[in-house]
T-cell receptor, first 114, second 110 residues
Framework: DTGVSQDPRHKITKRGQNVTFRCDPI?????LYWYRQTLGQGPEFLTY????????KSRLLSDRFSAERPKGSFSTLEIQRTEQGDSAMYLC????????????FGPGTRLLVL | QKEVEQDPGPLSVPEGAIVSLNCTYS??????FMWYRQYSRKGPELLMY????GNKEDGRFTAQVDKSSKYISLFIRDSQPSDSATYLC??????????FGAGTRLFVKA
């Protein structure tokens, strides 16, 4: 257990519904990342926060996806109008300071869109 | 062409064997190189990271980077059944985006 928690751990939803995931970082970790991982693939970068500022977004993050990190603490990732192709594991990672090579991952939220 | 290529395996070895896991990458701007271990249905766990070329050792694990050939390796000595997992290489230019390989599944047989 790295100390990064994610909620829920599993989510089953119907196509077209909205879902929201939460990530609670290790205390005082100012860097926070969201990744998506599908079966047989490595994590794909979605977005990065430094404190409360969203500094980078992947082209993978379509306009149906939005992420927030109010007050630089926990973060939420929302997917609107879910599609079957959104089925994946959504991973949150956090890190201290400015060193991008150290990231501590949470257990992930596994999403299944029916 | 993917920026980071990794053989998905699976790789099956007997307990006690030396394991060699490898990745190649295409972007010469990558400076940081990481290895993560991921057990089934868990998040990745950082094993080691190196900066630029050279070797780094931590217990039974040795990470090696050869920037001239854009090749990174992880060696596991005296492999144990508990080492059975997916191993992900990852790299970063120093910016915010980390690129992961697809992972190699390793099975260590008792």
């Amino acid at each position: 257990d790295t100390g990064v928690s994610q909620d829920p751990r599993h989510k089953i939803t119907k196509r077209g519904q909205n879902v929201t995931f939460r990530c609670d970082p290790i205390s005082e970790h100012n860097r926070l990342y969201w990744y998506r991982q599908t079966l047989g693939q490595g994590p794909e970068f979605l977005t990065y926060f430094q404190n409360e500022a969203q500094l980078e977004k992947s082209r993978l993050l379509s306009d149906r996806f939005s992420a927030e990190r109010p007050k630089g603490s926990f973060s939420t990732l929302e997917i609107q109008r879910t599609e079957q192709g959104d089925s994946a594991m959504y991973l949150c990672a956090t890190g201290p300071g400015q060193y991008q090579e150290t990231q501590y991952f949470g257990p992930g939220t596994r999403l299944l869109v029916l | 062409q993917k920026e980071v290529e990794q053989d998905p395996g699976p790789l099956s070895v007997p307990e006690g064997a030396i394991v060699s896991l490898n990745c190649t990458y295409s972007n010469s701007a990558f400076q940081y190189f990481m290895w993560y271990r991921q057990y089934s249905r868990k998040g990745p766990e950082l094993l080691m990271y190196t900066y630029s070329s050279g070797n780094k050792e931590d217990g039974r694990f040795t990470a090696q980077v050869d920037k001239s050939s854009k090749y990174i390796s992880l060696f596991i000595r005296d492999s144990q059944p508990s080492d059975s997992a997916t191993y992900l290489c990852a790299t970063n230019t120093g910016g915010f985006k980390t690129i992961f390989g697809a992972g190699t599944r390793l099975f260590v047989k008792a």
